[in-house]
Each structure stands twice: as C-alpha cells, then as structure tokens.
C-alpha cells in the first residue's frame, strides 16, 4: 500500500529521528474500543486520551479531532486512519493507538472501513515534528504484516508491543 500520507511526506523527510515510543505509551493503546460511528469512536478516544493526560479536556480533544475529520478524512486506506488535531496546552506530539470492535466506515478513499486508528495530539505551534511523525506512521503502515499485526491484537498489551517493534523486526515471529 502506497499510503496518501506517505506520497506526501517521505519524500519531502529524509529521516525519521521520531520512534513511535517517543509519542506511544501502553495507557493510551486499546484494544476493540466499541463504537458505532466515526464521531462515536472519536468521543471514545477523546475521552480515554483525557484521562491519561493531565490538563487536557476530552470535549476540546473530540471537538479538535472531529473538526479536523471535516476538513477531510484521515483514513490513509486499508483499514487504517491517523485523526490528528492541534491542540492548545499540549506540550509533545501525543500519541494514541486503538482498534475498534466492528470496522467504521471513515470515508476512505479505498472504500476500506478503518480497523486501526493511530490518534495524534499535537501542540499548535509543532510543524516539522509533526510531519516526520506521520511519515514514520506511513511507513510502518504500508506493511501488510504491521497492519495485520495490530488489527489482530487480542490484548491492550500486544497491541502495544506489536506497535513499538521496529520496522526490522519480524514481526510474525513476535506474533508466537
């Protein structure tokens, strides 16, 4: 898969100083989150990213998030969406990795319903880290065996660890 987000960004940054456990912590990843709708999963999300993150309202981190998904989807295709919203009072790029119980229909461009979604909050004033962020999360998601990976995740811990492998690891022999 030849992301959107990837035929933008990788070849405008030649490297990606960004790992994902720099932004990725095991209390923002889940597990088969239960929503119906895009704006269902988002208040979902929203509202698990507040309680770990102090100072951070979930309202502002939903209304962020689906004014964003109104500009334009974030679903990159097969299965997969990065909804990402500046934020006032964030401090680093933070990340939060969910997969839903049932696919959501996020207006794909492949028509593909999303199974993973890779949330960014970012502070308002972070350009260049931003863009390598979502260039480091392109590249990883362009391999069918990190995607399915994450997608079959049973656990909130394995959905971390099969996250945070590197790209240079097998990972279907992380997966025994």
Same mark, same amino acid.
């Given at each position: ?53 102090? *100072? ?20 990159? *295709? ?99």
């Amino acid at each position: 898969m030849r992301s959107s987000i990837s035929r933008i960004f990788l070849p405008t940054i030649s490297h990606y100083p960004v790992n994902i456990e720099s932004i990725l912590a095991p209390d923002r990843t889940r597990c088969n989150i239960v929503a119906s709708s895009r704006k269902k999963a988002l208040e979902e999300i929203a509202t698990h990213l507040a309680a770990t993150l102090e *100072g951070i309202d979930a309202e502002e981190i939903f209304t962020r998030l689906v004014n964003r998904e109104k500009i334009g989807t974030t679903a990159i *295709g097969e299965g997969i969406a990065i909804p990402h919203c500046r934020l006032d009072g964030c401090n680093s790029i933070t990340g939060g990795l969910f997969t839903v119980q049932e696919p959501i229909d996020f207006h794909a461009l492949d028509k593909t319903p999303v199974k993973v979604l890779f949330v960014l909050l970012v502070p308002v004033d972070e350009v260049k880290e931003h863009l390598e962020v979502l260039a480091m999360l392109a590249q990883r998601f362009e391999s069918q065996d990190y995607r399915n990976s994450l997608i079959t995740a049973r656990q909130n811990d394995d959905l971390y660890r099969m996250a945070t492998i590197e790209p240079t690891t097998d990972i279907r022999q992380q997966q025994g």
